[in-house]
Protein backbone atom coordinates (compact mmCIF):
# COMPACT_ATOMS: atom_id res chain seq x y z
CA UNK A 1 0.00 0.00 0.00
CA UNK A 2 1.16 3.33 -0.60
CA UNK A 3 1.25 5.82 2.06
CA UNK A 4 1.11 9.55 1.41
CA UNK A 5 4.79 11.66 1.85
CA UNK A 6 5.24 11.76 5.23
CA UNK A 7 5.99 15.85 4.50
CA UNK A 8 8.35 17.64 7.20
CA UNK A 9 8.05 15.90 10.20
CA UNK A 10 10.46 13.66 10.67
CA UNK A 11 9.43 10.80 12.75
CA UNK A 12 6.65 9.95 9.92
CA UNK A 13 9.39 9.08 7.69
CA UNK A 14 10.58 6.07 10.32
CA UNK A 15 7.16 5.36 10.64
CA UNK A 16 6.70 4.60 7.27
CA UNK A 17 9.78 1.96 7.69
CA UNK A 18 8.81 0.60 10.12
CA UNK A 19 8.72 -3.74 9.97
CA UNK A 20 8.52 -4.63 13.29
CA UNK A 21 6.41 -3.45 16.36
CA UNK A 22 8.91 -2.41 18.42
CA UNK A 23 10.43 -0.02 15.55
CA UNK A 24 7.30 0.95 14.96
CA UNK A 25 6.60 1.87 18.36
CA UNK A 26 10.43 3.37 18.87
CA UNK A 27 9.80 5.57 16.15
CA UNK A 28 6.65 6.80 17.19
CA UNK A 29 7.56 7.47 21.26
CA UNK A 30 11.22 9.52 19.65
CA UNK A 31 8.56 12.03 18.02
CA UNK A 32 6.39 12.27 20.89
CA UNK A 33 8.79 12.58 23.91
CA UNK A 34 9.77 16.14 23.56
CA UNK A 35 6.58 17.78 23.37
CA UNK A 36 5.41 19.43 26.47
CA UNK A 37 8.48 18.26 28.75
CA UNK A 38 9.53 20.82 31.29
CA UNK A 39 12.91 20.68 31.51
CA UNK A 40 13.61 21.38 35.36
CA UNK A 41 11.18 18.59 35.96
CA UNK A 42 11.46 15.94 33.41
CA UNK A 43 7.59 15.95 33.55
CA UNK A 44 5.06 16.59 31.20
CA UNK A 45 2.40 19.58 30.93
CA UNK A 46 0.21 19.16 28.20
CA UNK A 47 -2.98 20.83 29.17
CA UNK A 48 -6.07 20.88 27.55
CA UNK A 49 -6.53 23.47 24.34
CA UNK A 50 -2.30 24.68 25.35
CA UNK A 51 0.27 24.63 23.20
CA UNK A 52 1.41 21.25 23.84
CA UNK A 53 -1.92 19.76 23.39
CA UNK A 54 -1.90 21.05 19.83
CA UNK A 55 1.20 19.94 19.37
CA UNK A 56 0.31 16.26 20.41
CA UNK A 57 -2.92 16.65 18.36
CA UNK A 58 -0.67 17.67 14.92
CA UNK A 59 1.57 14.19 15.96
CA UNK A 60 -1.71 12.42 15.99
CA UNK A 61 -3.28 13.66 12.73
CA UNK A 62 0.69 13.34 10.96
CA UNK A 63 0.48 9.65 12.03
CA UNK A 64 -3.05 9.28 10.91
CA UNK A 65 -2.15 10.61 7.62
CA UNK A 66 0.40 9.00 7.32
CA UNK A 67 -0.81 5.56 7.37
CA UNK A 68 -3.57 6.71 4.68
CA UNK A 69 -6.44 7.08 7.37
CA UNK A 70 -9.23 9.47 7.55
CA UNK A 71 -8.52 12.23 10.16
CA UNK A 72 -11.68 13.81 11.81
CA UNK A 73 -12.09 15.55 14.90
CA UNK A 74 -15.68 15.53 16.51
CA UNK A 75 -17.92 18.02 17.91
CA UNK A 76 -16.26 17.83 21.42
CA UNK A 77 -12.31 17.98 20.01
CA UNK A 78 -11.77 14.11 20.04
CA UNK A 79 -9.77 13.50 17.57
CA UNK A 80 -10.40 9.76 15.37
CA UNK A 81 -8.41 8.24 12.45
CA UNK A 82 -10.71 5.70 10.49
CA UNK A 83 -9.81 2.77 8.17
CA UNK A 84 -12.75 1.73 6.35
CA UNK A 85 -16.09 3.55 6.61
CA UNK A 86 -17.15 5.93 9.82
CA UNK A 87 -20.82 5.24 9.43
CA UNK A 88 -21.19 1.43 8.63
CA UNK A 89 -21.82 0.88 12.29
CA UNK A 90 -20.05 -1.89 14.14
CA UNK A 91 -16.79 -0.14 14.24
CA UNK A 92 -13.84 -1.74 16.16
CA UNK A 93 -12.17 1.49 18.24
CA UNK A 94 -9.00 2.09 20.35
CA UNK A 95 -7.13 4.58 21.49
CA UNK A 96 -6.39 6.83 24.84
CA UNK A 97 -5.61 9.68 25.32
CA UNK A 98 -2.41 12.33 24.89
CA UNK A 99 -3.10 15.18 27.84
CA UNK A 100 -1.45 14.51 30.95
CA UNK A 101 -1.49 15.39 34.54
CA UNK A 102 1.11 18.50 35.93
CA UNK A 103 4.36 16.55 35.56
CA UNK A 104 2.77 14.03 34.39
CA UNK A 105 4.56 10.41 33.25
CA UNK A 106 5.22 9.68 29.59
CA UNK A 107 3.11 6.49 29.46
CA UNK A 108 -0.50 7.65 30.70
CA UNK A 109 -2.13 7.89 27.71
CA UNK A 110 0.15 8.00 24.95
CA UNK A 111 1.34 4.89 25.44
CA UNK A 112 -2.29 3.74 24.34
CA UNK A 113 -2.14 6.21 21.69
CA UNK A 114 0.93 4.98 20.47
CA UNK A 115 0.21 1.32 20.62
CA UNK A 116 -2.94 1.56 18.80
CA UNK A 117 -0.95 2.99 15.55
CA UNK A 118 1.59 0.32 16.37
CA UNK A 119 -1.10 -2.83 16.24
CA UNK A 120 -2.41 -1.11 13.35
CA UNK A 121 1.01 -1.47 11.69
CA UNK A 122 1.58 -4.57 13.50
CA UNK A 123 -1.73 -6.04 11.54
CA UNK A 124 -0.56 -4.70 8.40
CA UNK A 125 2.12 -6.46 8.33
CA UNK A 126 0.43 -9.76 9.41
CA UNK A 127 -1.48 -8.92 5.99
CA UNK A 128 -5.01 -9.54 7.90
CA UNK A 129 -8.05 -8.21 6.17
CA UNK A 130 -10.31 -5.34 8.10
CA UNK A 131 -13.84 -7.12 8.19
CA UNK A 132 -15.38 -4.24 10.42
CA UNK A 133 -14.45 -0.27 10.35
CA UNK A 134 -11.91 0.48 12.54
CA UNK A 135 -10.44 3.50 14.20
CA UNK A 136 -7.66 5.36 16.54
CA UNK A 137 -8.93 8.15 18.91
CA UNK A 138 -7.43 10.96 21.13
CA UNK A 139 -10.01 11.70 23.53
CA UNK A 140 -9.31 15.69 24.73
CA UNK A 141 -8.92 16.75 28.18
CA UNK A 142 -8.66 13.25 29.71
CA UNK A 143 -6.74 14.16 32.95
CA UNK A 144 -8.82 17.59 33.50
CA UNK A 145 -5.54 19.01 34.26
CA UNK A 146 -6.64 22.53 33.58
CA UNK A 147 -10.23 22.57 34.07
CA UNK A 148 -10.80 20.50 37.03
CA UNK A 149 -12.92 17.63 35.48
CA UNK A 150 -11.53 14.36 34.19
CA UNK A 151 -12.63 12.86 30.54
CA UNK A 152 -13.97 16.33 29.38
CA UNK A 153 -14.20 14.83 25.71
CA UNK A 154 -15.50 11.45 26.16
CA UNK A 155 -18.32 12.57 28.91
CA UNK A 156 -19.30 15.63 26.10
CA UNK A 157 -19.76 12.69 24.08
CA UNK A 158 -21.34 10.34 26.27
CA UNK A 159 -23.71 12.90 27.39
CA UNK A 160 -22.42 12.67 30.95
CA UNK A 161 -21.71 16.22 30.76
CA UNK A 162 -23.92 18.74 29.53
CA UNK A 163 -23.07 21.41 27.20
CA UNK A 164 -23.95 24.04 29.48
CA UNK A 165 -22.05 22.93 32.27
CA UNK A 166 -19.01 22.58 30.13
CA UNK A 167 -19.10 26.12 29.32
CA UNK A 168 -19.00 26.92 32.45
CA UNK A 169 -15.76 25.36 33.28
CA UNK A 170 -12.54 27.50 33.92
CA UNK A 171 -8.75 27.50 34.46
CA UNK A 172 -7.02 28.60 37.20
CA UNK A 173 -6.63 31.69 35.50
CA UNK A 174 -10.01 32.08 34.48
CA UNK A 175 -9.92 31.49 30.88
CA UNK A 176 -13.31 29.76 30.46
CA UNK A 177 -13.23 26.09 28.40
CA UNK A 178 -14.87 27.89 25.47
CA UNK A 179 -12.51 30.49 25.45
CA UNK A 180 -9.48 28.52 25.39
CA UNK A 181 -11.11 26.11 22.63
CA UNK A 182 -11.62 29.02 20.29
CA UNK A 183 -7.85 29.89 21.06
CA UNK A 184 -7.00 26.52 19.69
CA UNK A 185 -9.01 27.11 16.83
CA UNK A 186 -12.08 24.56 17.57
CA UNK A 187 -15.84 25.95 18.10
CA UNK A 188 -16.83 25.47 21.43
CA UNK A 189 -20.84 26.46 20.16
CA UNK A 190 -20.52 22.40 18.45
CA UNK A 191 -20.16 20.88 21.93
CA UNK A 192 -22.49 18.06 22.81
CA UNK A 193 -23.64 14.46 22.96
CA UNK A 194 -22.48 12.47 19.88
CA UNK A 195 -25.01 9.47 20.60
CA UNK A 196 -25.15 8.78 16.75
CA UNK A 197 -21.45 8.64 16.41
CA UNK A 198 -21.19 5.96 19.83
CA UNK A 199 -23.63 3.89 18.33
CA UNK A 200 -21.42 3.21 15.58
CA UNK A 201 -18.93 1.34 18.04
CA UNK A 202 -19.01 -1.73 18.29
CA UNK A 203 -16.47 -2.48 21.03
CA UNK A 204 -13.92 0.13 22.30
CA UNK A 205 -10.17 -0.89 23.84
CA UNK A 206 -8.34 1.35 25.75
CA UNK A 207 -4.55 0.01 26.17
CA UNK A 208 -3.04 2.18 29.34
CA UNK A 209 0.23 1.93 31.75
CA UNK A 210 -0.90 0.11 34.76
CA UNK A 211 -0.90 2.42 37.46
CA UNK A 212 0.03 0.15 40.16
CA UNK A 213 2.02 -3.19 40.72
CA UNK A 214 -0.21 -5.71 40.22
CA UNK A 215 1.47 -6.95 36.73
CA UNK A 216 4.99 -6.72 38.44
CA UNK A 217 3.80 -8.91 41.14
CA UNK A 218 2.58 -11.67 39.01
CA UNK A 219 4.67 -11.32 36.41
CA UNK A 220 2.78 -10.75 33.70
CA UNK A 221 3.64 -8.05 31.07
CA UNK A 222 -0.12 -8.11 30.08
CA UNK A 223 -3.32 -7.94 31.89
CA UNK A 224 -6.90 -7.24 31.14
CA UNK A 225 -8.99 -4.61 33.02
CA UNK A 226 -12.39 -5.73 35.43
CA UNK A 227 -13.33 -2.27 36.94
CA UNK A 228 -12.90 0.88 37.52
CA UNK A 229 -13.46 2.25 41.12
CA UNK A 230 -15.55 4.79 41.78
CA UNK A 231 -13.98 7.74 42.45
CA UNK A 232 -14.59 11.87 42.77
CA UNK A 233 -13.23 14.86 43.13
CA UNK A 234 -14.40 17.44 45.87
CA UNK A 235 -13.55 20.95 46.45
CA UNK A 236 -12.99 22.31 49.99
CA UNK A 237 -13.11 26.19 50.65
CA UNK A 238 -11.84 27.46 54.22
CA UNK A 239 -12.39 31.43 55.01
CA UNK A 240 -10.92 32.79 58.01
CA UNK A 241 -9.33 36.10 58.07
CA UNK A 242 -6.03 37.58 56.41
CA UNK A 243 -4.05 39.62 59.08
CA UNK A 244 -0.25 40.26 60.09
CA UNK A 245 1.46 37.36 60.49
CA UNK A 246 4.05 39.52 62.96
CA UNK A 247 1.76 40.99 64.85
CA UNK A 248 -1.92 39.07 65.52
CA UNK A 249 -1.75 36.90 68.56
CA UNK A 250 -2.10 33.50 68.47
CA UNK A 251 -5.51 33.29 69.96
CA UNK A 252 -6.70 36.24 67.82
CA UNK A 253 -6.57 34.37 64.79
CA UNK A 254 -9.00 32.83 62.49
CA UNK A 255 -6.46 31.10 59.92
CA UNK A 256 -8.03 28.74 57.59
CA UNK A 257 -4.71 26.98 56.99
CA UNK A 258 -4.64 25.18 60.47
CA UNK A 259 -8.52 24.07 59.58
CA UNK A 260 -7.28 23.01 56.00
CA UNK A 261 -4.02 21.16 57.73
CA UNK A 262 -6.82 19.48 60.28
CA UNK A 263 -8.69 18.63 57.51
CA UNK A 264 -5.91 16.91 55.38
CA UNK A 265 -5.09 14.70 58.78
CA UNK A 266 -8.59 13.97 58.69
CA UNK A 267 -8.66 12.22 55.17
CA UNK A 268 -5.80 10.29 55.99
CA UNK A 269 -7.58 9.00 59.26
CA UNK A 270 -10.54 8.49 57.44
CA UNK A 271 -9.48 6.64 54.76
CA UNK A 272 -7.48 4.41 56.53
CA UNK A 273 -10.33 3.36 58.81
CA UNK A 274 -12.66 2.69 55.95
CA UNK A 275 -10.56 0.95 53.62
CA UNK A 276 -10.60 3.90 50.60
CA UNK A 277 -7.93 6.56 49.33
CA UNK A 278 -8.25 10.09 50.24
CA UNK A 279 -5.64 13.00 48.58
CA UNK A 280 -5.53 16.50 49.05
CA UNK A 281 -2.68 17.12 46.08
CA UNK A 282 -4.09 20.36 45.28
CA UNK A 283 -4.36 23.69 47.07
CA UNK A 284 -4.82 27.41 46.30
CA UNK A 285 -4.19 30.07 49.26
CA UNK A 286 -5.10 33.67 49.26
CA UNK A 287 -3.77 35.92 49.45
CA UNK A 288 -0.38 34.02 49.65
CA UNK A 289 2.04 36.33 51.20
CA UNK A 290 4.57 34.72 53.50
CA UNK A 291 4.20 37.47 56.14
CA UNK A 292 0.09 37.10 55.57
CA UNK A 293 -2.19 34.99 57.77
CA UNK A 294 -4.49 33.12 54.70
CA UNK A 295 -7.89 34.30 54.45
CA UNK A 296 -8.88 31.31 51.98
CA UNK A 297 -7.28 27.94 51.27
CA UNK A 298 -9.06 26.08 48.79
CA UNK A 299 -7.88 22.47 48.72
CA UNK A 300 -9.00 19.78 46.15
CA UNK A 301 -10.34 16.36 47.47
CA UNK A 302 -9.63 13.10 44.94
CA UNK A 303 -11.19 10.28 47.05
CA UNK A 304 -11.89 6.81 45.87
CA UNK A 305 -12.56 3.54 46.95
CA UNK A 306 -13.68 -0.11 45.81
CA UNK A 307 -16.95 0.16 46.04
CA UNK A 308 -19.67 3.56 46.54
CA UNK A 309 -20.54 2.68 50.42
CA UNK A 310 -16.80 2.77 51.77
CA UNK A 311 -16.48 5.99 49.26
CA UNK A 312 -19.16 7.58 50.67
CA UNK A 313 -17.89 6.66 54.45
CA UNK A 314 -14.57 8.21 53.41
CA UNK A 315 -15.90 11.59 52.10
CA UNK A 316 -18.55 11.78 54.38
CA UNK A 317 -16.02 11.37 57.49
CA UNK A 318 -13.89 14.43 55.77
CA UNK A 319 -16.33 16.52 55.59
CA UNK A 320 -17.28 16.17 58.98
CA UNK A 321 -14.19 16.60 60.54
CA UNK A 322 -13.81 19.47 58.45
CA UNK A 323 -16.78 21.03 59.74
CA UNK A 324 -16.65 20.26 63.35
CA UNK A 325 -12.57 21.59 63.32
CA UNK A 326 -14.13 25.00 61.32
CA UNK A 327 -16.74 25.38 63.98
CA UNK A 328 -14.17 25.64 66.37
CA UNK A 329 -11.69 27.88 65.21
CA UNK A 330 -14.65 30.26 63.60
CA UNK A 331 -13.68 29.41 60.19
CA UNK A 332 -16.49 29.31 57.37
CA UNK A 333 -16.45 25.72 55.38
CA UNK A 334 -17.83 25.25 51.87
CA UNK A 335 -17.96 21.23 50.03
CA UNK A 336 -18.50 21.13 46.42
CA UNK A 337 -18.45 18.08 44.56
CA UNK A 338 -17.25 18.80 41.53
CA UNK A 339 -17.24 15.32 39.37
CA UNK A 340 -18.27 11.76 40.44
CA UNK A 341 -17.56 8.84 38.27
CA UNK A 342 -19.58 5.29 39.74
CA UNK A 343 -18.16 2.32 39.37
CA UNK A 344 -17.63 0.71 36.42
CA UNK A 345 -17.62 -3.49 35.81
CA UNK A 346 -16.20 -3.67 32.04
CA UNK A 347 -18.61 -5.83 29.84
CA UNK A 348 -17.89 -9.38 30.91
CA UNK A 349 -18.58 -10.71 26.81
CA UNK A 350 -15.59 -8.36 25.71
CA UNK A 351 -13.13 -8.92 28.48
CA UNK A 352 -13.65 -13.12 28.19
CA UNK A 353 -13.24 -12.22 24.51
CA UNK A 354 -9.76 -10.66 25.23
CA UNK A 355 -9.23 -13.04 27.53
CA UNK A 356 -9.74 -15.51 25.34
CA UNK A 357 -7.64 -14.05 22.59
CA UNK A 358 -4.59 -12.98 24.69
CA UNK A 359 -5.14 -16.09 26.39
CA UNK A 360 -3.92 -18.19 23.49
CA UNK A 361 -0.27 -16.98 23.95
CA UNK A 362 -0.03 -18.32 27.52
CA UNK A 363 -2.12 -21.09 27.61
CA UNK A 364 -1.73 -23.25 30.35
CA UNK A 365 -0.17 -21.09 32.11
CA UNK A 366 -2.42 -20.74 35.07
CA UNK A 367 -6.30 -19.46 35.82
CA UNK A 368 -5.51 -16.38 37.85
CA UNK A 369 -9.36 -16.10 39.48
CA UNK A 370 -12.50 -17.14 39.28
CA UNK A 371 -13.14 -15.36 35.52
CA UNK A 372 -11.13 -18.28 34.40
CA UNK A 373 -8.69 -16.27 31.96
CA UNK A 374 -5.01 -16.81 31.77
CA UNK A 375 -3.85 -13.42 31.85
CA UNK A 376 -4.47 -11.41 34.68
CA UNK A 377 -7.67 -9.55 35.33
CA UNK A 378 -7.19 -6.37 37.11
CA UNK A 379 -9.25 -3.99 38.65
CA UNK A 380 -8.11 -0.27 39.14
CA UNK A 381 -8.69 3.15 41.12
CA UNK A 382 -7.35 5.04 37.80
CA UNK A 383 -10.63 7.03 35.68
CA UNK A 384 -10.22 6.11 32.22
CA UNK A 385 -12.16 7.61 29.05
CA UNK A 386 -13.35 3.38 28.51
CA UNK A 387 -14.70 4.00 32.08
CA UNK A 388 -16.84 6.41 30.61
CA UNK A 389 -17.53 5.13 27.14
CA UNK A 390 -18.22 1.43 28.89
CA UNK A 391 -22.44 2.84 29.86
CA UNK A 392 -22.39 3.40 25.84
CA UNK A 393 -20.31 1.37 24.03
CA UNK A 394 -18.88 -2.20 24.80
CA UNK A 395 -15.96 -1.23 26.46
CA UNK A 396 -12.84 -3.14 27.54
CA UNK A 397 -8.66 -2.32 28.86
CA UNK A 398 -5.36 -3.61 28.55
CA UNK A 399 -2.89 -2.82 31.04
CA UNK A 400 0.84 -2.75 30.95
CA UNK A 401 3.37 -3.48 33.02
CA UNK A 402 4.11 -0.46 35.31
CA UNK A 403 7.11 -2.24 37.32
CA UNK A 404 7.55 0.24 39.87
CA UNK A 405 3.59 1.24 40.03
CA UNK A 406 4.10 5.33 40.06
CA UNK A 407 2.49 6.67 37.75
CA UNK A 408 0.95 10.79 37.69
CA UNK A 409 4.62 11.46 38.17
CA UNK A 410 7.87 11.64 35.94
CA UNK A 411 8.99 8.40 37.38
CA UNK A 412 6.27 6.64 35.57
CA UNK A 413 8.33 3.65 33.40
CA UNK A 414 7.09 0.65 31.39
CA UNK A 415 10.12 -1.33 30.05
CA UNK A 416 10.49 -1.12 26.31
CA UNK A 417 9.49 -5.04 25.57
CA UNK A 418 6.58 -5.12 27.89
CA UNK A 419 5.12 -1.70 26.13
CA UNK A 420 6.23 -4.52 22.49
CA UNK A 421 4.45 -6.83 24.32
CA UNK A 422 1.36 -4.61 24.61
CA UNK A 423 1.48 -3.70 21.24
CA UNK A 424 1.32 -7.37 20.17
CA UNK A 425 -1.09 -8.00 22.51
CA UNK A 426 -3.52 -5.14 21.64
CA UNK A 427 -3.01 -6.63 17.81
CA UNK A 428 -4.07 -9.48 18.91
CA UNK A 429 -6.86 -8.27 20.30
CA UNK A 430 -8.08 -5.76 17.44
CA UNK A 431 -7.17 -9.09 14.66
CA UNK A 432 -9.88 -10.79 16.48
CA UNK A 433 -12.73 -8.19 16.83
CA UNK A 434 -12.16 -6.68 13.57
CA UNK A 435 -10.61 -8.68 10.99
CA UNK A 436 -11.75 -11.63 9.11
C1 LIG B 1 -6.90 9.79 35.81
O1 LIG B 1 -5.79 9.38 35.52
C2 LIG B 1 -7.34 9.69 37.16
O2 LIG B 1 -7.64 8.57 37.60
O3 LIG B 1 -7.33 10.70 37.86
MN1 LIG C 1 -3.93 9.73 34.46
MN1 LIG D 1 -4.73 7.87 31.47
Redesign the pocket.
Known amino acids: MTLPDPGPYPGLRAARAARSPRSSFQAMWRDLAPIGRHAGSGGYRRYAWTGADAECRAWFREQAEARGLAYEVDRNGNQWAWLGDPLAGDAVVTGSHLDS ?1 PD ?1 GAF ?2 PLGVVSSFAALDELRDRGVEFAKPFAITNFGD ?2 GARFGLACVGSRLAAGQLTAEKARLLRDGDGVSLPQAMEAAGYDPDAIGPDPGRLARIGAFVELHVE ?1 GRALGLTGDPVGVASAIWPHGRWRFDFRGEANHAGTTRLVDRRDPMLTYAQTVLAARREAELAGGLATFGKIVVEPNGVNAIASLVRGWLDSRAADQDTLDAVVTGIERAAREHAERAGIDVEVVRESFTPVVEFQHALRDELCRVLGKRVRGRRTTDDTGCDIPVLGTG ?2 HDAGILSASVPTAMLFVRNPTGI ?2 SPAEYAAEDDCVAGVIALADVLEGLACS
Open positions: VGDGEEQAGSH
